[in-house]
């Protein structure tokens, strides 16, 4: 299984970024899809989580209202788009999958698998 994140970069404080996490070798449908980030010094931190048809979404309440998670299980791709950066939004963005109940969606620890990370920058 792979997942391939991107789409991080460098912006300005209220810009926006829209990242992209491919999956490969799962059938992508059948999974929970979920965006974390790690700010430097601080732990992993659950940002957005869509469900396997994308009938649920949910967010933390950091980035409610400035970001909005979608799928396209044709592509088996996940998206994270992000409005209004704020300079805390600055950490290294992961796209995790798992077959987790909805209850659960927000432990990383019930993720199966993971991306290798796309860096998300951004400046005051």
């Known amino acids: 299984v792979q997942l391939q994140a991107s789409g991080g970069g460098l912006v300005q404080a209220g810009g926006s970024l829209r990242l992209s996490c491919a999956a490969s070798?799962?059938?992508?449908?059948?999974?929970?899809m979920g965006w974390f980030r790690r700010a430097p010094g601080k732990g992993r931190e659950f940002v957005a989580v869509?469900?396997?048809?994308?009938?649920?979404?949910d967010y933390a309440d950091s980035v409610k209202g400035r970001a909005t998670i979608s799928r396209d299980n044709a592509k088996n791709t996940v998206y994270l788009r992000m409005n209004s950066l704020k300079p805390e939004d600055t950490a290294a963005y992961y796209c995790a999958a798992s077959r987790i109940i909805w209850g659960a969606r927000k432990d990383a620890d019930k993720y199966s698998y993971w991306g290798q990370g796309t860096q998300v920058t951004v400046s005051s």
């Open positions: 070798g799962l059938t992508f449908s059948y999974y929970t």
């Open positions: 869509i469900q396997w048809n994308g009938g649920n979404t």
